[in-house]
């Protein structure tokens, strides 16, 4: 039987791969990743069978489209601007209960008009909408 030889490099290789072989056994991701190699041919076929996918990629895959055409520095701004966008949205949605909100009429519209969060959350608004008519307007 002959003997194997490896260099530096190689043992450094072989070890940084086991390394991640334990990490991704640790995460779960290695079981995932087997039965994907075991039933690649069946999870595809479910896949191209649920009609729900297949539309959530043709949306997803439409979404996408203008992301690739975005200049690098839009790119920082819109993950900056959406992950604060997110942020206030989820930490309003959960201190907002949809069955507790009051009716609101012209006149008690006009009276939350008074309340600087109020006046904020329509700045925001109004100000998105001056910005997407403006690209709507091709400036």
Excluded: H
């Excluded at 520095?73 to 992950?83: A, G």
């Excluded at 966008?85 to 909100?101: F, G, H, M, R």
């Amino acid at each position: 039987m002959s003997e194997l030889n490896f260099t530096p490099e190689e043992i450094s290789a072989v070890r940084e791969l086991i390394e991640v072989a334990v990490a991704l056994k640790k995460s779960g991701t290695l079981g995932i990743l087997k039965a994907m190699t075991q039933n690649g041919d069946k999870l595809l076929e479910t896949i191209a069978e649920e009609k729900a996918i297949l539309r959530l990629t043709a949306i997803g895959n439409s979404a996408l489209e203008p992301v690739r055409e975005l200049k690098v520095e839009e790119v920082r701004k819109l993950s900056w601007n959406t992950e604060e966008l997110v942020k206030a949205l989820l930490k309003a949605l959960a201190e907002t209960n949809p069955k507790e909100v009051p009716r609101v009429g012209m006149t008690s519209a006009l009276g939350y008009l008074r309340d600087e969060d109020v006046q904020k959350g329509l700045g925001f608004l109004l100000t998105l909408a001056k910005n997407l008519g403006a690209v709507l307007n091709g400036k």
